[in-house]
């Protein structure tokens, strides 16, 4: 090896790291916002470190619930929470539902098909960089989750959706907080269509695309998805109304606080397809 | 081989440890970052070579957990590992005080640049989630310390 690279061996090396990182993100400019193959690869391996690693904490935290004497009491707990929140799932599915149909025939289909209509999750992992942008749960393509299903909290308001990668067991969901993020969106009370756009920052979002000149939308006003973006099925809560400002712009400023909470994003419902408010039923 | 393998073991247990603070907090992540303490002590330790390859290897592995370019959290970080190997052989910074000082500038260094490259790369300005993230140096740079002053006494204790 000639002298120069034997005495500059350490700089060569460090600016050969840069080099390649610099090239890997320009790589990815053409792939637009999915994965590329060294992503999806990393994300492969490490997911499943992840969801063990969850494990193993949750497995040592119930070996210390039974030590000290409480084993039956949580496992008792464990099952009524269970109970409560599949209940709550099913009180928000059937609630929306039945306010769309008249028909005796389609709510008894409906009520059917409510248990099968989504899966409980848990969120084992968050975007190191900001919590508002995503979030990893424990479930994936075996269990029925598709691109773009429509993840719910606990009291089923909307959270987000499923975005790539989606592993076997683990999946990627984007927060509807985050600024890349686009839901279909429309009032309540005064039914004005939007778009929600998260913030990124913050946690909260923007109502775009309402008229400086439409009236009708309030503050304190709810929010529920349209159903328009043939992404996340219509009437699912997302948040309410902060702030209406109008300005020299052609549309309104609508601040938007979402419903969920990040801090309480412990166990999520994910909707799958064929369900009567299934996301993938409608793509 | 060795080496290799001491960059795997500090991205993978940065990664655990990231995991875990996720489930404790979300918010957790943001004011203590495991792969910058990670970087930091394998550069002190093994020096600019191995620091910077840690940062190579741990700014991918936090950029495959978020949303956003690949590569972001790898430019700050390999500069940040350099630095540690690189800075500590030319002052003397062992002492406790001087460590946790070298230690706050390089993490608040790697923050700048961090923020930096996303304004740059996004055209917008970084998310600093309500001045939280502004606490991530100094925590960085007191967990890092205390790791180093576990691996001293770990050594101590093999050597004996």
């Not at chain 1, 060294?38 to 210390?64: C, H, M, S, Y």
């Not at chain 1, 992404?231 to 601040?255: E, M």
Request: glycine share 12%; net charge positive.
């Amino acid at each position: 090896m000639p002298r120069f690279f034997k005495e500059r061996r350490n700089v060569l090396i460090f600016a050969g790291l840069l080099f390649g990182q610099a090239v890997l993100l320009s790589l990815q400019v053409p792939l637009g916002d999915a994965p590329s193959v060294f992503e999806k690869a990393t994300f492969a391996v490490l997911a499943p470190l992840q969801r063990a690693v969850i494990a193993v904490g949750r497995a040592a935290g119930r070996l210390w619930s039974g030590y000290v004497g409480l084993r039956r009491v949580a496992e008792r707990n464990q099952v009524l929470q269970e109970e409560v929140y599949r209940l709550r799932q099913e009180n928000g599915l059937l609630r929306q539902g039945l306010s769309r149909m008249s028909e005796r025939e389609a709510a008894a289909a409906f009520l059917g098909s409510v248990g099968r209509a989504y899966v409980l999750a848990s969120v084992i992992g968050v975007d190191a960089s900001n919590p508002h942008k995503s979030a990893v749960i424990n479930v994936g393509s075996d269990r029925g989750l598709r691109l773009n299903s429509a993840v719910l909290d606990s009291r089923g308001r909307l959270v987000g959706r499923v975005i790539p990668p989606l592993g076997r067991t683990e999946a990627v969901v984007q927060l509807i907080t985050d600024d890349g993020s686009s839901v279909g969106v429309i009032t309540e009370s005064s039914r004005v269509l939007g778009i929600l756009a998260g913030d990124g920052k913050s946690g909260r979002g923007w109502l775009k695309y309402v008229l400086s000149t439409n009236e009708t939308v309030l503050e304190s006003e709810v929010l529920l998805t349209s159903g328009l973006d043939r992404v996340f099925p219509p009437g699912l809560p997302v948040g309410t109304i902060l702030s209406v400002l109008t300005d020299t712009s052609l549309f309104k400023r609508i601040a938007v606080e979402p419903f969920f909470e990040v801090q309480d994003l412990g166990v999520v419902a994910v909707l799958l397809g064929e369900g009567p408010d299934g996301g993938g039923a409608r793509r | 081989m060795r080496r290799a393998a001491e960059v795997g073991g500090g991205a993978i247990a940065a990664f655990l440890v990231m995991t875990l603070l996720a489930k404790v907090h979300p918010l957790a992540g943001l004011v203590l970052n495991p792969f910058v303490v990670a970087v930091l002590l394998l550069g002190l330790i093994r020096g600019e070579v191995v620091g910077s390859v840690a940062g190579a290897v741990c700014g991918l592995v936090a950029d495959t957990f978020s949303l956003g370019l690949f590569g972001i959290a790898g430019l700050a970080l390999t500069p940040m590992g350099f630095g540690a190997g690189f800075i500590s052989r030319k002052i003397n910074v062992w002492a406790a005080s001087r460590l946790f000082v070298f230690f706050f500038f390089l993490a608040a260094a790697e923050l700048v640049l961090w923020g930096g490259l996303t304004a740059l790369v996004f055209g917008r300005a970084a998310s600093w989630s309500g001045g939280v993230v502004l606490v991530q140096p100094a925590a960085n740079a007191l967990a890092a310390l205390g790791g180093h002053r576990l691996f001293e006494k770990v050594r101590a204790g093999h050597e004996r």
